[in-house]
């Protein structure tokens, strides 16, 4: 149960970036694309709380969990790209912390690391790991996304102020997003050499 709300909020972001590619001009395509949004990013929590409720805990869930983050994540910071509303600089920062990250995460976990649990370092295990940054980090780059989608729905009211406001929480997520990567940089040397 929880592996399929995984996978299926990847689809419900798919319609909704669909939704905005394709309508550009339509207010209802872009309520519904935030609707999708929101549930999407919503989905996160619930297949996290199913997987403990049904004890359904696995490393199989926890990369799908990753993989479907990065895919929602990536894909957003690529479309407002491709659309011109952020620099490209925001997806390539993204895509190339996620690739760096989950290639070391990947190969700490055949050493049977969790993806989180390869931080041995107090202050690096808090970045990487700690509720606070990790609700931190998702709280900035969700509410950015959705501010930014908002900003955009076909003549809303004060629509350059709430994209001024979906842009800084952007600066805020990605700021995040390295911060948050440093730690398993740091420390992968360490981590990999064990038992050699």
Not at 151 to 164: C, E, G, R, V, W
Request: charge should be positive; aromatic fraction near 14%.
């Amino acid at each position: 149960m929880a592996n399929f709300v995984t996978i299926f909020r990847v689809f419900l972001m798919f319609i909704g970036v669909y939704l905005i590619m394709a309508l550009p001009n339509s207010v209802t395509a872009y309520v519904w694309a935030l609707i999708l949004t929101i549930l999407a990013f919503a989905l996160d929590g619930v297949d996290g709380w199913l997987a403990r409720k049904f004890h359904e805990e696995s490393k199989l869930g926890a990369l799908l969990d990753i993989m479907s983050d990065r895919i929602v994540e990536n894909t957003y910071w690529i479309l407002f790209a491709v659309l011109g509303w952020l620099s490209i600089l925001f997806p390539l920062i993204a895509i190339t912390r996620g690739f760096v990250t989950d290639t070391i995460r990947s190969a700490a976990m055949e050493k049977g690391y969790t993806p989180f649990g390869m931080q041995k370092n107090p202050i690096c295990k808090f970045i990487t790991g700690s509720k606070f940054m990790r609700i931190s980090y998702a709280v900035a780059k969700v509410m950015a996304f959705i501010v930014i989608i908002a900003s955009k729905i076909p003549n809303i009211p004060y629509a350059d102020l709430m994209f001024t406001v979906g842009y800084w929480l952007a600066v805020v997520a990605i700021v995040f997003c390295v911060v948050r990567g440093l730690p398993v940089v740091i420390e992968a040397k360490s981590v990999l050499n064990e038992g050699k």
